[in-house]
């Protein structure tokens, strides 16, 4: 990630790490999150601070403002997007998933559910559900009454609660499994991929349109879905391997065809089963997994 700001005393530089979660959580996007950075340190950089109290409020306030402006414009980008939308991966320490609950809500799954929440919507459960912000607060950040944020946040609970995949929680069971698959991948196993397959498994991928052999619709069963994936992997010239990585707080899995990254794949976990594939691989979303991103609440 590029950095913004000054001196290492500057409020902006100390909660750097903060605000850019909460602009990628609210934004699905490293890229567009790290250009609400920008935009919030010019406005930082020119206000008069001497009677600013609690910096920390202020600076998600900034950031908050830039980020619903970006949601109104990426939502009329992502209509001529070509085949399905996934959030960008980000590349995380294993330390990101010791605070079970954040992992699971900067987590690719939780992500895509964000997707389906209208601009305001978003911005507020992110704030109220991820980091626990004031309803007083949220009020100044989005210009809303007080209750009626309280009154999107419920409405926004209740749309993620129904939509959001069962997870299992137990980070053991879901390395485990990372491991089956990628195995089963690496030696083109078809019975071992249906085996660590839920039956009802549900794979998206996300190639933008610029990656061959991403499935521009849905995959949904097991066996379907297995032989897809074998078949896929042989017809690809050159050496395509998978290897275990972290993904947003979860262990994942990194495609490399001849030693160059061509793609990331994050999955739900439950029962010891696959139930969802996440696979990015449009090149424009893979810039940030070339370091760590320092994801903090």
Excluded: C
């Excluded at 903060?18 to 890229?31: H, I, Q, R």
């Excluded at 950075?37 to 950089?45: K, P």
């Excluded at 991929?193 to 190639?207: C, E, R």
């Amino acid at each position: 990630m590029t950095s913004v700001g000054g001196a290492g005393d500057d409020p902006f530089v100390a909660h750097r790490g903060l605000l850019f979660t909460v602009a990628y959580e609210m934004l699905g996007s490293a890229a567009d999150a790290e250009d609400v950075l920008q935009e919030s340190w010019l406005r930082w950089a020119s206000i008069d601070r001497s009677e600013i109290r609690e910096p920390r409020a202020y600076l998600v306030r900034i950031v908050t403002r830039q980020a619903l402006n970006h949601l109104r414009t990426t939502a009329r980008r992502r209509e001529d997007y070509v085949g399905e939308w996934l959030p960008e991966p980000l590349l995380t320490s294993p330390d990101v998933a010791e605070d079970v609950e954040f992992a699971e809500n900067v987590s690719i799954a939780m992500l895509t559910v964000l997707e389906t929440l209208g601009p305001a919507e978003r911005v507020v459960f992110v704030l109220r559900e991820v980091f626990d912000v004031p309803y007083e607060e949220i009020a100044d950040a989005v210009g809303k009454s007080p209750a009626a944020v309280r009154q999107i946040a419920h409405r926004a609970k209740e749309h993620v609660s129904a939509r959001r995949p069962a997870v299992s929680l137990v980070r053991s069971e879901q390395a485990d499994v990372v491991e089956r698959l990628v195995s089963a991948l690496n030696s083109g196993d078809l019975q071992g991929l249906i085996d660590v397959l839920a039956p009802d498994v549900v794979s998206v991928a996300d190639g933008g349109g610029k990656a061959r052999g991403a499935a521009r619709r849905p995959i949904i069963g097991a066996e379907k879905l297995a032989r897809y994936l074998v078949g896929g992997m042989a017809k690809v010239q050159g050496v395509l391997r998978a290897a275990v990585t972290w993904i947003n707080g979860q262990p994942g899995i990194r495609m490399e065809l001849d030693g160059r990254l061509v793609g990331v794949v994050s999955i739900t976990v439950v029962d010891g089963l696959v139930t969802r594939i996440y696979s990015m691989a449009n090149p424009d979303k893979l810039g940030a997994l070339d370091q760590e991103a320092a994801l903090t609440r």
